[in-house]
């Protein structure tokens, strides 16, 4: 079974820094990868997703996420951090054939002014 | 397009009560999924369904959680009867295809008093 892993529950960061939000994923093969993002009070938006090819994949909003095979990971990357992008963010694998989205629990981004 | 709608958007209920949520999938997805979160559990799936027809009901936490999906465009999550500890937030999502993108609906959030 897929699992995935958001070993940092919440990460703050000033407006205009980087932002990187890691994620660890567990399976036998490449999933399919994905974030996804959730505002206070709001439902999950997708920020972006891996299916194969280019491991950089391109999101909206200005994010990135790299696709590590070696690292079972996909970390997600922002160059500079806006204070709308406070949110919680959720790393999900999908396995290939399969259909069940795991999520992990998720990081809480806080921004300071 | 419309996304997925679900419905109600927020419900108040006293234990013991039966509770229906409803959903309606994006047009020609054939995969439907309701999902929970709460705080301790973060995002738990349910149920699937693909066609129309229960796939995976594992993660529904006891009897007195029932979902259909009587036709292509509708789905219930029925709670009967319902206790606080089913206080969270429910999901629905859809998807065109096995290992394609999941859209979510906006939630619908229950508190049960």
């Known amino acids: 079974a897929q699992s995935v892993t958001q070993p940092d529950i919440h990460i703050t960061v000033s407006e205009g820094a980087s932002l990187e939000l890691r994620c660890n994923y567990s399976?036998?093969?490449?999933?399919?990868l994905f974030w996804y993002v959730q505002s206070p009070g709001q439902g999950l938006q997708l920020l972006l997703k891996?299916?194969?090819?280019?491991?950089l994949v391109q999101g909206i909003k200005g994010f990135e996420a790299e696709f590590k095979r070696s690292q079972s990971s996909f970390n997600l990357r922002k160059p500079s951090v806006h204070w709308s992008d406070a949110a919680e963010y959720f790393c999900?694998?999908?396995?290939?054939?399969?259909?069940?989205?795991?999520f992990g629990t998720g990081t809480r981004l806080t921004i300071i002014p | 397009d419309a996304g997925v709608i679900q419905s109600p958007r927020h419900e108040v209920t006293e234990m013991g009560q039966e509770v229906t949520l409803r959903c309606k999938p994006i047009?020609?997805?054939?995969?439907l999924f309701w999902y929970r979160q709460t705080m301790m559990r973060g995002l738990e799936l349910l149920i699937y369904?693909?066609?129309?027809?229960?796939?995976?009901d594992s993660g529904m936490p006891e009897d007195r959680f029932s979902a259909k999906m009587p036709n292509a465009s509708f789905s219930t999550l029925k709670i009967q009867p319902s206790e606080p500890r089913d206080s969270a937030v429910y999901f629905c999502?859809?998807?065109?295809?096995?290992?394609?993108?999941?859209?979510f609906g906006e939630g619908s959030w229950l508190t049960v008093v």
């Open positions: 891996y299916f194969s090819g280019d491991t």
């Open positions: 047009s020609g997805h054939n995969s």
């Open positions: 369904f693909n066609n129309n027809v229960p796939i995976d």
């Open positions: 999502a859809s998807t065109p295809t096995v290992g394609n993108t999941i859209y």
């Open positions: 399976y036998g093969a490449t999933p399919y």
């Open positions: 999900a694998v999908v396995g290939v054939g399969n259909e069940k989205l795991t």
